[in-house]
């Protein structure tokens, strides 16, 4: 009955390289449709965008097979990186779309081009102690980050506002959801949180020790890199994990201070949980990543669908974000309800979001909230056809969903793009470790000269 089942997934399911290559040039749209403008509309950069969002559904539809792989595979990813690097720096337009001022901001640039160029060229010339050189980009893009917030030390965005106030405000005993604060520009939000808690809460040591939250953004985006490094063994999928903390303009997002970086940290995490068997600290980690921002929502039914995660497991850890919420609403129904739930429905119609909808809207159309319904249930069903039920099921599922979602979205910026993104990169990574642990614990070893014997040249 196994032998059937394996014929039958193979069947139905494409090679590792049909798979990997458009995942890995959807990453690299998405990754360069949102740097060009820092995530504001052109509908050229939409263009880039859909095809970014094609590319994902298309490997969902063919059903992803990971076997064996190189780190060739990688090259356009690689390329994008050093292209953005030296191309689209953080701070392009230093008094428009970034507040970085003095030196600071120049290392900030170099330190991400020689992390590029250190990366690509361990993935072209193939060379050993690969781990390393995976390492070497963290602390590169470590400093970077230091540099980067170092420059731009009071960004005058309300979403940094925002997080100061709220973290100060949880260190002194105040409701986050009713906390006043402004970021003094007109226009911008203020006097409200529009986030769950849990961005806040990952956030306060941070606040309280170094005085800005950025440092727990940084971090977030630090141990995701590790965490991805530490999934696999081959040298192929080491290099791959360093591209996480080089997703073009990587910088520019974390100047910003969204908080898309803590949900991702938590996810990868949840995944390296998974495939250690520490099922419990995974149940926990999706906790976290449901307790920050609304849309992650999205992805609960492919935890469900994960056969390893299952219903229970993503009903626990459901229960526990809303537990984590339910003290904040408690005390103020109403400024919980606003700040979560209307704020996002009643913001009236922009044309700077990157996305379709935005193009709809620039038409004298509509769509209102049907059509993104209408879209995001019809990839759902795509996905419960196609995914298999295993970690890469789920962060493709989960990847799809997210991407369709921004690109029907009215509030599409870069921060949504680099949560899609990441998804991605994660689906490739966890499909290649996950298909290499599963062929080092199927594959019988006789003795040492067959298993030798048995080595292909390439895979090293």
């Known amino acids: 009955m196994a032998g059937l089942d394996r014929r039958f997934e193979n069947r139905w399911s494409c090679p590792s390289v049909i798979a990997e290559l458009p995942l890995l040039a959807g990453w690299s749209a998405i990754g360069i449709g949102a740097a060009l403008d820092n995530g504001i509309y052109y509908p050229s950069y939409v263009v880039i965008m859909t095809i970014g969002v094609l590319l994902i559904l298309t490997t969902l539809a063919l059903r992803p097979n990971f076997g064996r792989f190189t780190s060739h595979h990688g090259g356009i990813a690689v390329g994008t990186v050093v292209l ?92 986050i959801y009713t906390v006043p604060w402004s970021s003094g520009i007109p226009g911008e939000l203020s006097n409200k949180y529009v986030y769950l808690p849990g961005a806040t809460i990952l956030l306060w040591p941070f606040h309280a020790i170094f005085g800005d939250v950025r440092y727990g953004l940084l971090a977030a985006l630090i141990i995701t890199g590790i965490a991805l490094i530490r999934a696999g063994t081959q040298s192929a999928i080491t290099l791959t994990a360093a591209l996480f903390v080089l997703y073009p303009k990587v910088m520019y997002g974390l100047e910003q201070s969204w908080i898309d970086p803590l949900t991702l940290c938590a996810l990868s995490l949840m995944g390296l949980a998974m495939m250690r068997g520490r099922r419990g600290w995974a149940i926990v980690a999706f906790a976290v990543a449901l307790s920050c921002k609304q849309y992650n929502w999205l992805i609960i039914p492919f935890a469900v669908l994960w056969k390893d995660f299952g219903f229970r497991r993503t009903a626990i850890a459901v229960a526990a974000a809303v537990g984590l919420s339910l003290p904040w609403a408690l005390v103020n129904i109403h400024a919980f309800i606003s700040g979560v739930i209307t704020y996002n429905l009643d913001l009236p119609l922009r044309t700077d979001s990157l996305s379709l909808y935005t193009t709809l809207v620039l038409h004298q159309e509509n769509p209102g909230l049907e059509l993104p319904a209408a879209v995001i249930t019809a990839v759902f069903l795509l996905a419960i056809w196609r995914l298999p039920r295993t970690e890469t099921g789920f962060f493709l599922g989960s990847a799809a969903i997210i991407g369709v979602y921004d690109l029907f979205n009215r509030l599409s910026f870069f921060d949504a793009w680099e949560f899609a993104g990441g998804l991605t990169l994660f689906a490739v990574i966890f499909g290649r470790a996950t298909s290499d642990s599963e062929r080092s614990r199927h594959t019988p070893v006789l003795d040492a000269s067959a298993h030798l014997s048995d080595q292909h040249p390439a895979d090293g």
């Open 84 to 175: 953005t690097a030296i191309v689209l720096p953080a701070s392009t337009y230093a008094t428009v779309n970034s507040y970085a001022t003095g030196q600071a901001i120049h290392a900030s640039r170099l330190l991400t081009i020689a992390a590029a160029l250190l990366l690509a060229t361990w993935s072209v010339f193939s060379l050993p102690r690969a781990i390393w050189a995976a390492y070497s980009v963290i602390l590169f893009m470590l400093a970077a980050g230091v540099t980067q917030i170092v420059a731009s030390h009071a960004p005058p965005i309300d979403v940094w506002y925002m997080l100061q106030a709220t973290t100060h405000a949880l260190g002194h005993d105040q409701n």
